[in-house]
């Protein structure tokens, strides 16, 4: 049964008013020599056996004294070194109370000439041996790397201290922290590493999260039961969708399914019902009537759901725990419901700027608010926090200063669980992730460690006379964040580093590798330096107009280094530099980068770029009177680069259906117009792109080619740039004739929001974008043409405006056609 491991402090004080046994100086080895046995219970469990082998081993090694191993049944005399609760132990009556120290707690502490090292089963004691060799200096860096000091007298002087984990549960979510060694000696328990019966286990988690289609899958129910899963627009569906949680069957196979996962999983304590990884939820009359009285907030029908799932599991299953997500769309707690005392909610807080703390920055401060709110309806609450860029794990990532601010920060709010996502993928790699793992083992264990001195303990063990150089590399990447002027930083976004950092990181990295000590010191420098070549190959690969392409300059070179590190990420075991991702799609991306022809347009107002290539795409769209762009850039890297942003037109099955795939063919006939011709599988598309005046033109039109009915929804949608996205606004007419203008960022909200809206409250044929600073920027339409629109903004990465508008939904009979047209210009344009 798990165990809260929440310090209790009179309960401790008791503990250690027990101790009434005398202290003393313990002198376990001098001159290489050693009186000490190391004495374990007869009917020691395996972690124990291994916490006196460890011992064994490390002293030896630290001072060439090798202790002898006898259990409470042998004959032994001298000083000992007692390991867990013993017959031996108990003789000397230390007054230890097991059950206060739980599952991790432990003892140390002198008996005179002796030394206790006792904690609760199944890890306190291997901890309590773990945590005395640290007191000695012992450090375990990486999985290859670890610092054993060398004293060939070793004397602790007198000590009693008890010792229990901060949190529960605890794990850094990188590759190179599941190594069973590492992980144990750094006292991690999370499920993905591969601790085992000799390390005393692990916290056990089934199935792994976005579980709700392994509780319902899809292809056994739907097509008898779509009322299982959500009713979205009216239909329901399976696809990027979710359950029907007010379904009194869903949750009885619910039920029956994670009951059989306990009966083929006994040994595992938490098991998962969890939304999926998208939106889609439910839209009957029942959820919505049950959101309504949750406050509005999509996390009531989840967690009314889960806890009926919990209480008829609790009833035969003591001791097992229901996880479940407080993620995305139910990140805000609901206005009622309370988690049962069987059910663990684990908050994400995948919105925030993970560069500054959550305490301080004004882009996380809905995150302070969600945690407050949780924190107060639970005393279980986990953490699912982000620990790197989930697109490119190798780009530089400076978060050391808000993990050092807020896992304190979590641990105040009550919080019992961490689960530190970085980056997983086999081969690990990610930035900095052993640095990462390590740091962040310590501050789990214990949140006070001094984050700093912990990164210089890192950097003098691993890279040793090289650490100097890299130190300085490490402030100089966290000063682009530290600061009135500090940036932002986002787990998906690519960042705007000024122009002297890679100048700089790249001589502090030249100089570390001259200072490495030997090859193998040499090599890490140089696995340590892949992400400042990522970046660099990122800024360099920014697409840009000319000579009528598309395409970075140097697209040869460009493509020659990329393949060249990419063989160098190889050669350190990297698989993967982005999530679900294998390396091989890299290397064929650029393998098969080319430049791609554009399409100017131009007349006395505006200078327009098009590249049919990229879904026929509008990728410039300058105003020469200022000579600025109005369309969102994207920086190279973000998700889809180049084929992102701009003006363009989509084909839907549906509009929750993804893009269709369209070929696109480009004519122009003079240069204030083009025309494009696309074909999606029976729809032909006609595109043109007009300049008149101070107005561009399009009209977009879609036709069925086929000789039966053909479902489509044609979207056109429009990305720019806000500048100061925090000063913008928005504005758009009713059909009444009222004018309504909104602005985006609102104070303790979510950096990035959206406005949605059907006929007949769409905006009346128009909507304005007002940028800070610069003039406003209009979008007009054919009310008649357009069923549905949307707004979206975000201010992360380079901040950006999203404007979209629907043609109906429809299945589009033979030869009949579908038509959108869309200008934009200033708002004084006609």
């Known amino acids: 049964m798990l165990r809260a491991y929440t310090k209790n402090a009179v309960r401790l004080l008791i503990l250690l008013a027990l101790f009434t046994i005398s202290l003393a100086a313990v002198p376990l080895a001098k001159q290489g020599q050693s009186d000490y046995t190391i004495l374990i219970s007869s009917d020691a469990i395996p972690s124990e056996r291994r916490a006196a082998d460890e011992l064994q081993r490390f002293l030896e090694e630290m001072s060439g004294a090798r202790l002898p191993i006898r259990t409470d049944g042998d004959a032994v005399s001298g000083p000992l070194i007692l ?14 109370g097991f059950d206060a120290l739980g599952a991790e707690g432990f003892v140390l502490r002198t008996a005179g000439r002796h030394l206790i090292i006792a904690g609760g089963r199944p890890r306190g004691t291997l901890y309590g041996v773990y945590t005395f060799l640290d007191k000695l200096g012992c450090r375990w860096f990486t999985r290859e790397v670890s610092r054993i000091p060398k004293r060939p007298s070793i004397e602790t002087g007198a000590f009693q201290e008890v010792h229990t984990p901060a949190f529960e549960n605890r794990e850094p979510f990188f590759t190179e922290a599941w190594d069973k060694d590492w992980a144990a000696r750094n006292r991690t328990n999370g499920d993905h590493t591969h601790l085992d019966e000799s390390t ?34 009216g239909k329901r569906r399976h696809e990027r969708g979710q359950l029907c949680l007010t379904n009194p069957e869903v949750l009885r196979i619910a039920t029956a399914q994670v009951e059989q996962w306990i009966k083929e999983k006994p040994d595992t304590t938490i098991f998962s019902v969890s939304q999926n990884d998208w939106e889609g939820w439910c839209e009957c009359g029942k959820c919505r009537r049950v959101e309504q009285e949750e406050g509005g907030e999509h996390s009531g029908p989840v967690l009314r759901f889960v806890n009926a799932l919990a209480g008829e599991v609790g009833r035969q299953y003591t001791g097992k725990l229901i996880d479940t997500l407080a993620y995305w769309y139910t990140e805000n707690p609901p206005l009622k419901v309370r988690p049962a005392p069987n059910v663990r909610v684990r908050l994400c807080p995948i919105g925030i700027c993970v560069s500054h703390s959550f305490l301080q920055c004004p882009r996380s401060a809905y995150f302070r608010k969600n945690l407050e709110a949780w924190s107060k309806i639970t005393n279980q609450l986990y953490i699912w926090h982000y620990n790197t860029n989930f697109s490119h794990y190798l780009l530089p990532f400076p978060d050391f200063d808000e993990l050092a601010s807020d896992v304190p920060v979590y641990k105040k709010h009550g919080v019992v669980g961490l689960f530190m996502q970085g980056a997983y993928a086999p081969g690990g790699g990610g930035e900095q992730s052993e640095l990462r793992a390590y740091v962040l083992a310590r501050q789990l264990w214990d949140p006070s460690i001094h984050v700093g001195k912990t990164v210089d303990e890192f950097l003098d063990g691993v890279y040793g006379p090289a650490a100097k150089p890299l130190r300085e590399y490490y402030d100089l990447l966290h000063a682009e964040v530290r600061g009135p002027a500090g940036k932002h930083l986002w787990i998906f976004n690519i960042p705007d580093y000024s122009e002297a950092f890679l100048p700089r990181a790249t001589e502090l990295f030249k100089r570390a590798e001259s200072l490495a000590a030997d090859a193998a010191a040499k090599r890490r420098v140089r696995k340590a330096r892949l992400p400042v070549d990522y970046y660099q190959l990122l800024r360099d690969s920014r697409y840009i107009v000319s000579d009528g392409f598309y395409t970075p300059a140097r697209m040869d070179e460009l493509k020659e280094r990329a393949l060249h590190l990419i063989a160098e990420m190889r050669s350190h075991g990297i698989e993967s530099i982005h999530e ?37 795409r509008i990728v410039r769209m300058i105003d020469k009177s200022s000579g600025s762009d109005v369309l969102r850039q994207f920086p190279p890297g973000e998700s889809g680069y180049p084929n992102n942003g701009g003006i363009l037109a989509t084909l839907h099955a549906d509009y929750h259906a993804r893009a269709m795939d369209v070929t696109w063919s480009a004519e122009q006939s003079n240069p204030q117009s083009l025309t494009l011709h696309g074909r999606a599988q029976n729809l032909a598309i006609l595109r043109t792109i007009t300049l008149d005046g101070n107005t561009l ?40 004739g009222a004018t309504l203008t909104r602005t985006m960022m609102e104070a303790g909200e979510q950096p990035a929001g959206r406005e949605d809206w059907q006929s007949p409250d769409l905006p009346a044929g128009l909507l304005t974008l007002h940028p800070s600073p610069g003039p406003a920027f209009s979008t007009r339409f054919q009310s008649s043409q357009v069923l549905r629109g949307y707004i979206s903004w975000t201010a992360k990465s380079r901040g950006g405006v999203t404007l979209g508008l629907w043609s109906a939904e429809k299945p589009l009979a033979p030869g009949e056609t579908m038509t959108i047209v869309a200008t934009y210009g200033k708002p004084s344009s006609r």
């Not at 509780?215 to 979205?232: C, M, Q």
């Open 580 to 616: 679900g991702q294998p390396l091989e799609r890299d290397e064929k991306t650029w393998k098969e980068a080319r430049s791609l022809r554009a399409y100017p347009l131009e007349n006395s107002a505006w200078r327009l770029d098009v590249v049919p290539e990229l879904n026929g």
């Open 200 to 233: 005393g286990g692990k916290l056990k988690y089934y199935p792994f999260v976005h579980s709700f289609y392994e509780l319902l899958p899809p292809a056994k129910y739907f097509a008898e039961h779509p009322e299982y899963y959500s009713l979205i627009d």
């Open 83 to 96: 390991l867990g609760d013993s017959a031996a132990l108990r003789r000397l009556k230390p007054g230890i």
């Open 697 to 736: 033109r399009t009209e977009t039109s879609v036709s069925n080619a086929s000789a039966s009915s053909v479902p489509v929804a044609l979207q056109v949608r429009t990305e720019l740039s806000p500048g100061n996205i925090d000063a913008a606004s928005y504005s758009f007419p009713r059909t009444s």
